[in-house]
């Protein structure tokens, strides 16, 4: 059984998934452009390190052993799919 897609964002702290699509269309050709020279893509594993409060600031999630932070519109783009 397949496990229900959240956007990175909406992933809790310390939790792990991983990348099941992006919307790359939502994205400017930079941002697309980071994420792919960073690695992100389907099939990646990620951890969610931190969520700044009051759901405007940035996230900051692990790719293997890199620490990234990312807006918070770029992290919506990221689909995931949590592991246990």
Same mark, same amino acid.
Request: aromatic residues 2%; proline residues 5%.
């Given at each position: 059984?397949? !496990? ?7 992933? !809790? @702290? ?11 269309? !939502? ?5 697309? @452009? @980071? ?26 999630? @692990? ?22």
């Amino acid at each position: 059984m397949l !496990s229900p897609t959240l956007s990175l964002v909406q992933l !809790s @702290r310390d939790a792990r998934a991983v990348v099941q699509a992006v919307d790359w269309q !939502s994205l400017s050709v930079p941002e697309a @452009r @980071r994420l792919r020279e960073l690695g992100l893509d389907e099939g990646v594993g990620v951890e969610m390190v931190h969520r700044s409060g009051l759901g405007g600031g940035p996230v900051a999630c @692990r790719i293997g052993r890199m620490t990234i932070a990312l807006r918070r519109h770029v992290a919506r783009a990221i689909h995931v799919a949590p592991v246990a």
